[in-house]
């Protein structure tokens, strides 16, 4: 069973593309999600799909500037993910700082910034932030064993999850059950991300960011590690 949740260290992609870290990411995601709704003006910074229903619902009822509050977050995402995909150019995925402990070196920084801005700081500025930085977890972390997946939402993952487990039923695919308990996994780990988000906000407010700061810590301290297992074996195998 452990198995299950071992990171494989064959190369360097396989590390990110492991269960264990995607639970880890998908967890983050739920707790923020929760943190700019409850606490930053009822945006939702990782769901893009929410906030452009939110829009639609404020223009139908004939709020246009209600309505244009919910674009922000939408722009600010696509802009993330522009970054993200112009940050590729600049770091080779086979050292050990690469572009996936860049993306997650920011995002870390981003957060504590966000923790110790004042209360006075308008709502729609801190979801800006926190919607970019979503935009860099969802655009770099795409893939879970080498098939598509997300960290930040979860409707895709429940799609494909259930198309998988389909297969399974028809076909007794173990592959395609193995596939689909992995998503079921990442939806669970979200959802128990954003009960915990809950729970932290009630209580320690705005710096329940920091509960993502303390996990992303780990994700990124566990990949350099095994990112420096993989160069170590590999000097070994030259010599």
Do not use: H, W
């Not at 050990?96 to 920011?106: D, E, G, P, S």
């Not at 700081?121 to 932030?129: A, F, H, L, Q």
């Not at 301290?221 to 420096?228: D, N, P, S």
Request: hydrophobic fraction near 50%; charge should be positive; proline fraction near 2%.
């Amino acid at each position: 069973m452990l198995s299950f949740f071992k990171i494989k260290t064959d190369n360097t992609s396989m590390i990110y593309e492991s269960l264990l870290i995607g639970m880890f990411l998908a967890f983050v995601g739920g707790i923020l999600d929760v943190y700019t709704y409850i606490l930053r003006g009822g945006v939702f910074a990782f769901a893009q799909t929410g906030n452009m229903l939110l829009m639609a619902i404020k223009i139908a009822n004939g709020d246009l500037k209600g309505g244009l509050y919910y674009l922000v977050p939408i722009m600010t995402f696509i802009a993330g993910v522009f970054f993200t995909e112009y940050l590729k150019k600049y770091f080779d995925n086979e050292k050990t700082i690469n572009y996936f402990n860049v993306i997650i070196i920011i995002e870390i920084a981003v957060l504590i910034l966000i923790a110790f801005l004042p209360k006075s700081v308008p709502d729609n500025i801190v979801c800006i932030i926190v919607s970019f930085i979503s935009a860099m977890q969802t655009n770099c972390f795409r893939k879970l064993s080498g098939f598509p997946y997300a960290t930040t939402m979860c409707t895709g993952n429940l799609r494909t999850g259930s198309e998988y487990l389909y297969i399974y039923f028809t076909k007794k695919d173990k592959n395609a059950l193995k596939k689909a308990l992995q998503l079921f996994i990442i939806i669970f780990t979200f959802i128990i991300g954003a009960i915990f988000g809950t729970l932290c906000t009630m209580t320690i407010e705005k710096y329940s960011t920091l509960v993502g700061v303390i996990i992303l810590l780990g994700v990124l301290t566990l990949t350099i590690y095994k990112q420096g297992k993989i160069s170590t074996s590999s000097s070994e195998n030259i010599a």
